[in-house]
């Protein structure tokens, strides 16, 4: 049965055309980059929303409509993991009919029509940026309907305009990674959870194999935040941490990059291997020729202006991840499973 809240008008994009929007990021990014600026912090969500409107048509194109990496198994596709793995986020939840649901920091919404439709939740994709809003509305359509009532709202992360307690659980896969301050996003969330809510993230960390002290490590790592706007990726101890920090009890923490076949290490998608037309837009080959082929129709005034040097920062970070998954001293799947505290204990002493 559909059962789907009314759709909102929301305008696509951020605003312009592509040529803005890159204009945008890259001055954004210079910003952000600064860290002796004090416009870093303020203004990292505004590049990261410009970086994915720059972005955003090529990761369909290649990637469809999930945005995260996932554990493989051996011989199987990248859609195929990552159907299984946003299952296994949902088992883990235990979601199901009736239970409230925030997905933090949908994408287009892939992850969310696909839990939904496993498991009748009603899930709110939270997203900032309008063009993706717009999509995840159409994914949402096109799925011909969803057990659960879904919605998609636009808004940061950070300060999100909600009523606290509204939701039995949470899940997000690869987003707060783009958070300037990963505390406050992880206790929006907690604020935004009902009392004995639970969630499950999904993020990209420095695993222990990472250096700091090897000039390597450094540049890699340098590359891989510059490239994809994820600034400061914590270490996995780190993100448990920080998830601690916000006032979750952590469940169970695991690297599930480690579960996958060594044949198919999660940046096999970035590497070249996984010969298919429809994985073209991934491999290096594919990634390289799209650049030549969107700069010369740019050229020729048929593709929009802009798309040839996007293709090139999508490349660049390409790179880096597929370099950092090399060395091993990164994680795009490092999974913590965590609860809010029934009740909150109030020390007597604070009063
Ligand atoms: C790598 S994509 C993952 C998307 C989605 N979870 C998926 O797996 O398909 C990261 C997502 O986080 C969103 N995001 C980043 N920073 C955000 C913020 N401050 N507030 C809301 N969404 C944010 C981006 O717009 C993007 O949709």
């Known amino acids: 049965m559909l059962r789907c809240v009314p759709e909102p008008a929301v305008k ?19 910003v952000a980059a600064d860290p002796a600026g004090d416009r870093a912090e303020r203004e990292q969500p505004h590049m990261v929303s410009r970086f994915y409107d720059v972005v955003t048509r090529f990761f369909e194109y290649g990637w ?33 009919p009736g239970l409230r649901v925030v997905d933090v920091g949908c994408g287009v919404g892939g992850p969310l029509v696909n839990i939904a439709q496993l498991s009748g939740a009603d899930i709110t994709g939270l997203n ?3 063009y993706q809003i717009e999509r ?3 994914a949402l359509r096109r799925a011909g309907g969803v057990r659960g009532a879904c919605d998609f709202l636009l808004a940061d992360y950070m300060d999100v305009p909600l009523a606290d307690g509204r939701f039995d659980a949470a899940y997000s896969f690869e987003a707060i990674c783009h958070a300037p301050d990963r505390h406050r996003c992880l206790s929006e969330i907690w604020r935004l959870l009902k009392p004995g809510g639970r969630i499950a993230l999904t993020e ?3 695993t222990d194999r990472f250096d700091a002290r090897d000039p390597i490590h450094g540049d890699i790592r340098a590359r891989v935040e510059f490239a994809n706007a994820t600034p400061q990726l914590p270490t996995t101890s780190g993100f448990i941490a920080a998830v601690q920090a916000a006032g979750f009890e952590v469940l169970s923490s695991r690297d599930q990059a480690l579960d996958s076949d060594p044949d198919f290490p999660w940046y096999r998608a970035l590497q070249g291997r996984d010969l298919s037309l429809a994985s073209l837009a991934r491999v290096p080959a594919g990634r390289r020729f799209t650049a030549t082929a969107t700069a010369l129709l740019e050229r020729l005034r048929i593709a929009p202006a802009g798309i040839g040097e996007s293709a090139r920062i999508l ?37």
């Open 64 to 96: 469809g409509k999930s945005f995260h990496f996932a554990p493989r198994r051996s011989g199987e596709g990248l859609h195929a993991a990552q159907r299984r793995q946003e299952a296994g986020v949902a088992g883990l939840l235990g979601l199901g």
């Open 204 to 206: 990209w960390c420095l």
């Open 315 to 351: 490349n660049e970070a390409a790179d880096a991840l597929v370099q950092a998954g090399e060395e091993g001293i990164l994680t795009p799947c490092f999974l913590v499973h965590a609860r809010k505290p029934d009740a909150v204990r109030i020390d007597p002493s604070d009063s």
């Open 12 to 30: 696509a994009n951020s605003g312009g055309s592509l040529r803005e929007a890159l204009d945008d990021f890259l001055e954004l990014r210079e």
């Open 128 to 130: 900032f940026n309008a």
């Open 136 to 138: 995840g509305w159409r």
